[in-house]
């Protein structure tokens, strides 16, 4: 007989409890010491009764602890807990955000098959398709990534996967979810959607039709910018091939970083709602300043995908970005004068943040690639943290006036 104390949320239960419920409880069982707090299990390997248990559980006839590479416990509560907040059967903890793309293409591709990706993506992964997946021979093709006719005519027989961000980053564009994994399954294709900007709070883009659920755990999931991992979320059949990636390849999370986002899943619904309302008053004072060309940020009406995000989303997140005047100067300036706000490529932080894209999270790409997804030279791109709004509004203020 279980006992309360042992009780395992699993996949069966999920359907009875709520997200916040799901966010604190899921995935940890008991273990005979009685501990509240789920236990970091810092070992390398596990130990066997006798050599029959050891060669039952390598060959998979038995499930069980094996090698932190690929089972770990505290690993595998973090795997429960976000699938279970996603509505999915299945996720594969990644070293990395990138480390969770790589297991992806890796996963699917083979050469001579074709990827079709939005240019609006973060630079890194750009350069994961171009330069090196293109290397075995998968051919890339970089589409507009709220033109259906475009990503429709790139299709090709070979055409294997569909890779978008949404919210873009650093634009916040906003895809149609549906309609990609409508046209996406029509040619037998996957639609793999980062949701590192939402997170499951915000969206579940399973429920739009999304095959892959992809995340930078560095992000929101900890939201306290201490520690890097990744995620893959979808069907237990899809992240199977994912899990032999990570089995083989190595891009493992390390168990203590696990229980970092272990501990950032419990408080995410709370510090998601309070980066939306900050953001959202950010947004809105950047929109009347007149130093400000343009604002980036779909909970504002006039922003195009405004009515998409309203409907895809339960809230527009804690990321805006902004034209200033003056280019490259207008927009050092105002980074360079604020005063408590972090200059990082960072974001999904309780700390705010501030960066240039151009010169850094996109600087690595060519001229043409930057104008072609809109990365100005006047672009700032700011995470709303959970400091008091009043004081961030001031803190970028203050080099808006000197422009």
């Known amino acids: ?3 309360k104390g042992e009780h395992l949320m699993n996949q069966s239960d999920d ?35 006798n050599a029959a248990e050891a060669a039952a559980k390598f060959s998979g006839q038995v499930q069980g602890n094996i090698y932190s590479r690929f089972t ?23 070293s990395s955000g ?13 050469a001579g098959d074709h990827v079709i990706c939005s240019r609006a993506v973060f630079g890194s992964v750009v350069a994961l398709f171009e330069k090196y997946i293109a290397k075995f021979g998968v051919d890339i093709t970089f589409v507009d990534l709220c033109d259906l006719d475009e990503w429709k ?30 046209i996406a399954h029509a040619n037998g294709a996957l639609l793999a959607v980062d949701n590192s900007f939402c997170t499951p709070v915000l969206q579940q883009p399973l429920k739009f039709g999304a095959d892959l659920v992809i995340y930078s755990a560095t992000k929101y999931l900890d939201g306290q910018g201490r520690a890097l991992g990744g995620a893959v979320v979808g069907n237990h059949q899809l992240l199977e091939e994912v899990f032999g990636v990570v089995r083989t390849l190595g891009p493992s999370m390390s168990p203590f970083n696990a229980w970092v986002f272990l501990k950032g899943l419990e408080t995410l619904r709370l510090r998601m709602k309070a980066h939306c309302e900050s953001a959202q008053i950010l947004a809105e004072w950047l929109s009347t300043h007149e130093k400000v060309e343009k604002v980036y940020y779909a909970g504002l009406p006039a922003h195009e995908g405004h009515e998409l995000a309203a409907k895809q989303q339960n809230g527009f997140g804690g990321i805006v970005s902004f034209v200033v005047k003056g280019e490259r100067e207008g927009a050092w300036k105002v980074i360079d004068n604020t005063k408590f706000i972090s200059i990082t490529g960072n974001l999904g932080d309780v700390k705010s943040t501030i960066t240039h894209p151009a010169t850094t999270t996109h600087g690595k790409l060519s001229v043409e690639a930057k ?12 995470s709303v943290g959970l400091e008091d709004i009043n004081d961030i509004i001031g803190d970028i203020s203050r080099g808006l006036d000197l422009i």
């Open 15 to 49: 359907l009875e409890y709520q997200l916040d419920t799901l966010a604190i409880r899921t995935g940890h069982t008991r273990s005979f010491e009685g501990e509240h707090g789920e236990p970091i299990f810092l070992t390398s390997s596990f130990v066997y009764e």
């Open 72 to 94: 770990n416990p505290t690993v595998s509560m973090f795997e429960k807990r976000l699938a279970a907040l996603d509505g999915a059967e299945r996720a594969v903890a990644t």
């Open 153 to 182: 005519n790139a299709v090709r027989p070979e055409t294997k996967l569909f890779f978008v961000e949404s919210p873009s980053n650093p634009l916040a564009e906003i895809a149609d979810i549906q309609a990609l994994a409508d």
């Open 98 to 110: 990138m480390g969770a793309i790589l297991s992806v293409a890796m996963a699917y591709l083979k």
């Open 371 to 382: 104008e072609a997804a809109g990365i100005q030279e006047g672009l700032i791109r700011v």
């Open 1 to 3: 007989m279980t006992s």
